[in-house]
């Protein structure tokens, strides 16, 4: 067990939607990583945010955004949903002077339909 | 860019046995890291590596930081069904703050 929590477990949505998902993380952690795992893939890093800045981001278009709260606890948004956007979306939390130790949440598995 | 290939990409072994995959990169990593996922859950990170050569063990599970920095190595040792997963190796990407690269995984199939 992490501390890492996620919300919702599963989410279906529609093509063109918008979609929050939301994170806690660790206990003391000040440092947030989103991925995306496709089926059968390793994850994909989405982007990362320390102090509530973002600090990294991945190869993924603006329509993917995120925001990180002063308690730690974040939001990955993504605007007008595509079919390849469906898969399992993970949090991971670290401490900013570890932060490639990265420990993961149980995800939220998004569908588009 | 930076890529991680791991092998195998699946094993089948009997329990008890005793299992290595391995993690090669074309460039070099000052850490290395590796996780395994169980269905529908996300990665739980097994051991951290910061030092080549470094050899580090986690109960049954032993990895080692290769020498050349351009590979690492897991060791499952007497096997049992819940080792069951797929084994993830993951690196940093010096380039983008805070990005974890990850291999394609090496799927683990435990027969009891």
């Known amino acids: 067990e992490t501390g890492v929590t996620q919300s919702p477990t599963h989410l279906i949505k529609t093509r063109g939607q918008q979609v929050t998902l939301r994170c806690s993380s660790q206990?003391?952690?000040?440092?947030v990583s989103w991925y995306q795992q496709a089926l059968g893939q390793g994850p994909q890093f989405i982007f990362q945010y320390y102090r509530e800045e973002e600090n990294g981001r991945g190869n993924f278009p603006p329509r993917f955004s995120g925001l990180q709260f002063p308690n730690y606890s974040s939001e990955l948004n993504v605007n007008a949903l595509e079919l390849d956007d469906s898969a399992l979306y993970l949090c991971?939390?670290?401490?900013?002077?570890?932060?490639?130790?990265?420990?993961f949440g149980p995800g939220t598995r998004l569908t588009v339909t | 860019g930076q890529q991680l290939n791991q092998s195998p990409q699946s094993m089948f072994i009997q329990e008890g046995e005793d299992v290595s995959m391995n993690c090669t990169s074309s460039?070099?990593?000052?850490?290395w890291l590796w996780y395994k996922q169980d269905p529908g859950e996300g990665p739980v990170l097994l051991i951290a590596l910061y030092k080549a050569g470094e050899l580090t063990s986690n109960g049954r599970l032993t990895a080692q930081f290769g020498i050349t920095r351009k590979d690492s190595f897991l060791n499952i040792s007497a096997s049992i069904p819940s080792d069951v997963g797929i084994y993830f190796c993951a690196g940093p990407d010096y380039n983008q703050g805070g990005k974890l690269i990850f291999g394609q995984g090496t799927e683990l199939s435990v027969k009891p």
């Open positions: 206990s003391g952690h000040n440092t």
């Open positions: 991971a939390s670290s401490l900013g002077d570890s932060p490639y130790e990265q420990y």
């Open positions: 460039s070099i990593f000052n850490t």
